[in-house]
């Protein structure tokens, strides 16, 4: 299996920047697109952007020009680097990825991290 492990949430005021990482482990996986999502206080988990094993990237619309995702497939770790932060980015985010193990390559599971917190206020 593929365990996640999202980190680098935290308290930021507007205007400021946070970097979050997201951490795959295990053994005898391909993972092909990785992605972020975001979930608010009373609203359904959203899509922040993804990014495939080659890299390619799409992001939602309101989040882009401020947040850049980027991965290093070497130590299976994907990044969310977020400027310029408003009060409506408060919210948890997880990172989640599709992924197949090596003896069972027709198979395709989605794994999902715990979430970190980010809390943007003055």
């Known amino acids: 299996q593929v365990q996640l492990v999202e980190s680098g949430g935290g308290l930021v005021q507007p205007g400021g920047s946070l970097t979050l990482t997201c951490a795959a482990s295990g053994s005898g996986f391909s993972i092909t697109t990785m992605g972020w999502y975001r979930q608010a206080p009373g609203n359904y988990r959203e899509l922040i952007g993804s990014?495939?094993?080659?890299?390619?990237?799409n992001y939602k619309d309101s989040v882009k020009g401020r947040f850049t995702i980027s991965r290093d497939n070497a130590k299976n770790t994907m990044y969310l680097q977020m400027n310029s932060l408003k009060p409506d980015d408060t919210a948890i985010y997880s990172c989640?990825?599709?992924?197949?193990?090596?003896?069972?390559?027709?198979?395709?599971?989605?794994?999902w991290g715990q979430g970190t917190q980010v809390t943007v206020s003055s």
């Open positions: 990014i495939s094993n080659d890299g390619d990237v």
């Open positions: 989640n990825c599709y992924a197949s193990r090596n003896d069972r390559p027709k198979w395709l599971y989605e794994y």
